[in-house]
């Protein structure tokens, strides 16, 4: 007889079963599954994984920290005491001019303007005798009045042609392309190792730009303030150059710092996977490929010095704070909209990050992506995933914790120790990889033991008698128990429906319901919804429960919308059936709520329960007053802003809520882009009601009503600000309080 091992060798597939249940071989097969996945979500790069990288990044940002930050910086502000001492911004461009001459009068080593000059100043005397000539028939005597305070625009110009200023602009990277003429003061000499990629390719392109007038873009250099938020909003670098064309063009803070130093030439390293570095005088700066800086923040907002611009203009500002400094005028008034988030302050002034990168520039202290990052990232995947895979799939289980400690520990400090020096390599792949590794092997190795073990029961149980497993189910709450979940909440109600049902007898009001519920349900359902039940003639349904419902807000306002459209079909067949039109209104909110089996213990609903249901529910009631089909909260539209286009309603208390809430009516874009003007119209005359100037908003909200006499809202408005006229209120804060359902 043929020895077993020999008839193994001699059988090529019992060798090879024999290969496959050994313990190792699943295990390794395993590993490297885990290991290819972990490549490929590195590779791809998920929102998620994205911004817990951002996260680590944000961690480790305190290693970078200096000491003290530059003396160079400094910021002019216009901030909340400026503007109440000379007034609401945009200011008189005199008083820019003055700012500029004051400034270079303290003998600043460069002014980076932070500000857009975009349009030209309405409150010059030529341009106000314009208007007056055009609007009322009038006529303004400029007569006396010096001839250069007749165009403010042009002192402007003739202070930045005798200043060390950068005026902005900001490049835009979508839309038509434009024909970009900016004014170019900059020498950008390539330095391109072999193999590189031009420049041209590696530089982000902008499309269109907002620029400084005419007659200001050539009195002054310019550079480019926009700045480079992550996914979640937050802002940690900056780019420093762009392209326009053929030409490059450097940031504000970039080129305010060339200003000072006197250089007009860049010299921008490239190498086989993009931008490396960018030299101004004697300083290179570390970039990432697409010529942007990682700013290393070394504290939250006010860290770089702040001078009033009232100060400066009343000349009360130490000139010791300004001499041969870098200014950078800006504001960090919150009503002025330039206000950032960064990794150590959600509430920092845009202005500080041009000082920040100036600071980061002379210092040295710019953290680079080093190119050859993919390349160490995918060898730590896999360095890491082997020796897991042996730890995990080998190893006995007292080593396990030691192992996976050990190896994310290595992947931490390393990444310390790389951010020391000036370069981010994140530790999260590797950690992920060794988690994720020990969660697989760990599962596959007790589902061997389990396995096994099942099988030596069922041997022994051909003979002795089986044992008794016992099942214990642990009780995880009752049969009514739930859970609170974020849900968006749809309620729809047929309007005038009491006086519809005096005209049909009972069978007709069924079968009518039916015929109206029939395709309303089937939208709820084919959007992913959860119909929870028919109050009457309205309906009830929600999103996101039980189980998720990616872009539930979105769904929720598509349905409503298809509602509104699917009626318009539907009412020609109820018109012949019933005789009958129906109009229904929809109420949409999005907020946390209570959702589970609730009732009694015979019967039973899935349904929900919270403030925020009622509030839907009050929501749908708006909809007559405002003579719209669909209202909207101000939470819904902010989380699904880029589906829909939305008209603001109103700020309102409803009925039973202290808290003011924002409403709007959703549409399709394509309908906004046929009610453009309309809707410009709607904002200025809200921008009145809003500020307290009734007899204008009266005036606007009549002249909508006159080009559009069809829609209610405008004659609201105008009842409404005809009301607060006659009687103004006391403290005007722009919230309507609703005195119904």
């Known amino acids: ?202 530089l982000q392109s902008t499309q269109s730009a907002v620029l400084p007038l005419p007659v200001l873009r050539d009195k002054a250099p310019l550079g480019f303030i926009n700045v480079a938020p992550d996914e979640d909003g937050i802002v940690r670098k900056a780019p420093l150059l762009i392209r326009a064309g053929d030409t490059v063009y450097p940031s504000l803070a970039l080129r305010s710092l060339m200003l000072a130093m006197g250089s007009k030439n860049l010299i921008v390293r490239s190498g086989p996977y993009g931008i490396e570095s960018v030299r101004v005088g004697q300083r290179t700066v570390p970039v990432d490929a697409r010529g942007t800086v990682y700013i290393p923040f070394i504290g939250p907002s006010g860290t770089y010095p702040y001078i009033s611009a009232a100060d400066v203009l009343r000349k009360k500002a130490p000139p010791e704070a300004l001499r041969g400094r870098i200014a950078f005028v800006g504001t960090s008034a919150p009503g002025l909209l330039d206000i950032r988030a960064m990794p150590f302050d959600p509430v920092y002034p845009g202005v500080e990050i041009h000082a920040a990168v100036v600071d980061a520039i002379l210092t040295g202290n710019a953290v680079s992506v080093p190119p050859w990052t993919p390349a160490a990232q995918m060898l730590g995947i896999f360095a890491s995933g082997l020796m897991a895979a042996l730890a995990f799939g080998l190893a006995r289980p007292r080593i396990y914790l030691p192992v996976a400690g050990a190896l994310i520990a290595a992947a931490v400090l390393l990444s310390r120790h790389f951010f020391v020096s000036g370069l981010f390599l994140s530790p999260l792949y590797v950690v992920i990889t060794v988690a994720v590794m020990g969660a697989c092997l760990v599962f596959l190795r007790f589902w061997q033991e389990e396995r096994q073990k099942l099988i030596l029961r069922n041997a022994f149980s051909r003979y002795v008698s089986p044992e008794i497993v016992r099942r214990i189910t642990k009780l995880r709450g009752n049969l009514f128990a739930g859970e609170e979940r974020e849900l968006s909440i749809l309620f729809t109600d047929i309007r005038g429906f009491t006086s519809l049902s005096e005209k049909l007898s009972p069978q007709q009001i069924v079968l009518l319901l039916n015929r109206y519920f029939t395709p309303m349900t089937a939208l709820v359902r084919e959007h992913s919804g959860t ?28 349905v409503a919308l298809a509602m509104q459209e699917k009626l318009l079909t539907l009412n020609g ?9 129906l109009r229904i209104g929809a109420g949409i909110h999005t907020g946390a709520a209570y959702v589970g089996n609730m009732g009694s213990a015979e019967l039973v609903n899935y349904t929900l329960i919270g403030d925020n249901v009622n509030l839907a529910s009050r929501l749908e009631g708006l909809c007559p007053q405002y003579g719209v089909g669909v209202v909207v909260s101000g939470e819904t539209r902010m989380m699904c802003a880029d589906k829909f286009a939305f008209q603001y309603l109103d700020t309102i208390r409803v009925k039973g809520k202290s808290q003011p809430v924002s409403v709007y009516a959703p549409m399709r874009r394509e309908t906004e882009a046929t009610r453009r003007e309309e809707f410009l119209a709607w904002e200025e005359a809200c921008g009145l009601y809003r500020s307290g100037d009734f007899a204008g908003a009266a005036a606007a909200f009549s002249s909508l009503c006159g080009s559009f006499p069809e829609a209610r809202l405008y004659a609201v408005y105008r009842e409404r600000a005809q009301t607060l006229l006659k009687n103004p209120p006391a403290h005007w804060d722009g919230i309507w309080t609703a005195t119904g359902k």
């Open 1 to 202: 007889m043929m020895p077993l091992r020999l008839q193994h060798v001699l059988n090529p597939s019992a060798v090879l079963r024999h290969i496959a249940q050994a313990p190792w071989f699943s295990a390794a097969l395993t590993g490297m599954a885990v290991v290819l996945c972990m490549a490929i979500l590195y590779i791809a790069q998920p929102p998620p994984i994205v911004r817990l990288d951002l996260k680590i990044y944000d961690s480790l940002l305190p290693l970078r920290a200096a000491p003290e930050p530059s003396p160079v910086p400094v910021i002019v502000d216009l901030d909340e005491a400026s503007l109440r001492e000379y007034g609401q911004w945009p200011w008189p461009r005199y008083l820019m001019a003055d700012l500029l001459e004051i400034l270079n009068g303290y003998e600043v080593a460069a002014i980076g303007l932070d500000i857009m000059f975009a349009e030209a100043d309405r409150s010059s005397p030529e341009r106000l005798r314009e208007s007056l000539r055009r609007d009322r028939g009038a006529a303004l005597n400029l007569d006396g009045l010096p001839p250069n305070l007749h165009d403010f625009d042009t002192l402007l110009a003739d202070a930045l042609r005798q200043s060390p200023a950068v005026l902005g602009f900001y490049g835009r990277f979508d839309g038509t392309v434009d024909d970009l003429k900016i004014p170019s003061s900059v020498n950008c000499i390539e330095q391109a190792s072999p193999g590189a990629l031009p420049l041209k390719h590696s």
């Open 573 to 581: 067949e109820l018109e012949a059936e019933f005789g009958v039109e």
């Open 531 to 558: 119909m929870d039940k028919f109050i009457g003639d309205a309906l009830m349904a929600f999103w996101n429960a039980p189980l998720d419902v990616p872009e539930h807000p979105a769904r929720a306002v598509s």
